[in-house]
C-alpha cells in the first residue's frame, strides 16, 4: 500500500484515464474546449496530449481518494509535503480568521491532507451531494481531513461567522455561478465570471486570505502542497482587481501543472453581453 502512489495506482491510472477519455462525450468536449481557449499557443496535438494527460489524472483521483480515506496517517504523510505553513501563522496573528483560497485540481483529497497536516484541520465550503448516502459516507471519511464543512443553505453568513471566531476555512470558488453572483475578471485572457464573495467575504468578516495550491508532482512521486504569504491590501475597494488576483494566482498554478486542473467544468458558461456562447 505505501507505495501505491509509485506503483499499482499510477499505473492503472492510464488504462483507465483512457477508458474515461474515451467514454467521457460531452465532458471531454468541455475540458478540450477549455485548453483550447486557454493554451492557444499550444499547436493541435500538444493540445490532445495535455487532455488525455487530464482524464489519467482523474482516473488517479480514484486511487487518492481511496488512500486518504483508509490508508494509515504515517504512509499518507510520507507520500508528500506542504511548504509555507508560516504564512497561516502570520495570517491568524491577533485571532484573526484565515480564509484559504484554492482551486478544483484533480487531487482534491490529498491536496486536503498535506495543508491540514500543517496547521490544523481547516472546515471546508462544498456543495452537497445528491445521493444522501454517499453524502454521509464521503463526510464521514473526509473527519480525517477536516473540522467540519459549509454547505447550501445559509452559507455564506455561516462563512462569515466562522471566520469573525478565527476559524480557518478553506473555498475553492474558481467556478461559475452565473452572472448575478459573479463579476468578470480575466483568467487566461478570457473574461470570466467570478465569484462576488471572494471579496465580500473578506469585507465582512476581517479575515486573511492565503493561497493554498496543491498538486502531484510525477518526476518525484510526491504530493506538494504550497501556502502563499497572506494578501496585503485585500479588499483593495476595486472589485475587478481583487478578483483578477485570485484568478491570476489560479492560473500561475494551472500554467505549472496544466493536466491537473478541473478542466471538465464549464468555467466559462456565462459571457458578457453580445459574446457568442463559448461552448457549442
Not at 112 to 131: D, F, I
Not at 188 to 205: D, M, R
Given at each position: 500500500?505505501?507505495?501505491?502512489?509509485?506503483?499499482?495506482?499510477?499505473?492503472?491510472?492510464?488504462?483507465?484515464?483512457?477508458?474515461?477519455?474515451?467514454?467521457?462525450?460531452?465532458?471531454?468536449?468541455?475540458?478540450?474546449?477549455?485548453?483550447?481557449?486557454?493554451?492557444?499557443?499550444?499547436?493541435?496535438?500538444e493540445?490532445?496530449?495535455?487532455?488525455?494527460d487530464?482524464?489519467?489524472?482523474?482516473?488517479?483521483?480514484?486511487?487518492?481518494?481511496?488512500?486518504?480515506?483508509?490508508a494509515?496517517?504515517?504512509?499518507?504523510?510520507?507520500?508528500?509535503?506542504?511548504?509555507?505553513?508560516?504564512?497561516?501563522?502570520?495570517?491568524?496573528?491577533?485571532?484573526?480568521?484565515?480564509?484559504?483560497?484554492?482551486?478544483?485540481?484533480?487531487?482534491?483529497?490529498?491536496?486536503?491532507?498535506?495543508?491540514?497536516?500543517?496547521?490544523?484541520?481547516?472546515?471546508?465550503?462544498?456543495?452537497?451531494?445528491?445521493?444522501?448516502?454517499?453524502?454521509?459516507?464521503?463526510?464521514?471519511?473526509?473527519?480525517?481531513?477536516?473540522?467540519?464543512?459549509?454547505?447550501?443553505?445559509?452559507?455564506?453568513?455561516?462563512?462569515?461567522?466562522?471566520?469573525?471566531?478565527?476559524g480557518?476555512?478553506?473555498?475553492?470558488?474558481?467556478?461559475?455561478?452565473?452572472?448575478?453572483?459573479?463579476?468578470?475578471?480575466?483568467?487566461?485572457?478570457?473574461?470570466?465570471?467570478?465569484?462576488?464573495?471572494?471579496?465580500?467575504?473578506?469585507?465582512?468578516?476581517?479575515?486573511?486570505?492565503?493561497?493554498?495550491?496543491?498538486?502531484?508532482?510525477?518526476?518525484?512521486?510526491?504530493?506538494?502542497?504550497?501556502?502563499?504569504?497572506?494578501?496585503?491590501?485585500?479588499?483593495?475597494?476595486?472589485?475587478?482587481s481583487?478578483l483578477?488576483?485570485?484568478?491570476?494566482?489560479?492560473?500561475?498554478?494551472?500554467?505549472?501543472?496544466?493536466?491537473?486542473?478541473?478542466?471538465i467544468?464549464?468555467?466559462?458558461?456565462?459571457?458578457?453581453?453580445?459574446?457568442?456562447?463559448?461552448?457549442?
Open positions: 500500500m505505501g507505495q501505491m502512489p509509485q506503483g499499482m495506482g499510477l499505473a492503472l491510472s492510464r488504462p483507465l484515464g483512457w477508458l474515461a477519455y474515451s467514454l467521457a462525450g460531452r465532458r471531454r468536449q468541455i475540458a478540450a474546449r477549455n485548453i483550447e481557449r486557454c493554451f492557444p499557443e499550444l499547436v493541435p496535438a493540445r490532445q496530449c495535455l487532455l488525455k487530464h482524464f489519467r489524472c482523474l482516473a488517479r483521483m480514484l486511487f487518492e481518494t481511496a488512500w486518504v480515506w483508509t494509515p496517517e504515517k504512509r499518507l504523510d510520507g507520500w508528500g509535503s506542504c511548504e509555507g505553513a508560516q504564512y497561516v501563522a502570520r495570517a491568524r496573528e491577533g485571532g484573526r480568521g484565515v480564509l484559504l483560497l484554492a482551486a478544483h485540481s484533480t487531487s482534491p483529497e490529498l491536496g486536503g491532507w498535506y495543508p491540514g497536516r500543517a496547521v490544523g484541520k481547516p472546515w471546508v465550503v462544498y456543495r452537497s451531494l445528491r445521493n444522501p448516502v454517499i453524502e454521509w459516507f464521503s463526510n464521514r471519511c473526509r473527519e480525517r481531513l477536516i473540522s467540519g464543512a459549509l454547505s447550501n443553505k445559509g452559507v455564506f453568513r455561516h462563512m462569515v461567522e466562522h471566520l469573525r471566531s478565527g480557518i476555512l478553506w473555498y475553492a470558488p474558481d467556478q461559475d455561478f452565473g452572472p448575478e453572483r459573479s463579476a468578470f475578471a480575466p483568467f487566461f485572457g478570457i473574461p470570466a465570471a467570478t465569484l462576488k464573495a471572494i471579496v465580500h467575504v473578506v469585507e465582512q468578516s476581517g479575515c486573511k486570505v492565503v493561497f493554498l495550491f496543491t498538486a502531484f508532482d510525477e518526476e518525484k512521486r510526491k504530493y506538494v502542497a504550497q501556502y502563499h504569504p497572506p494578501l496585503q491590501d485585500f479588499p483593495s475597494g476595486d472589485l475587478v481583487d483578477s488576483r485570485y484568478n491570476a494566482a489560479v492560473e500561475e498554478h494551472v500554467r505549472r501543472w496544466p493536466a491537473q486542473y478541473w478542466w467544468h464549464r468555467r466559462f458558461k456565462t459571457r458578457p453581453e453580445g459574446e457568442p456562447p463559448f461552448y457549442d
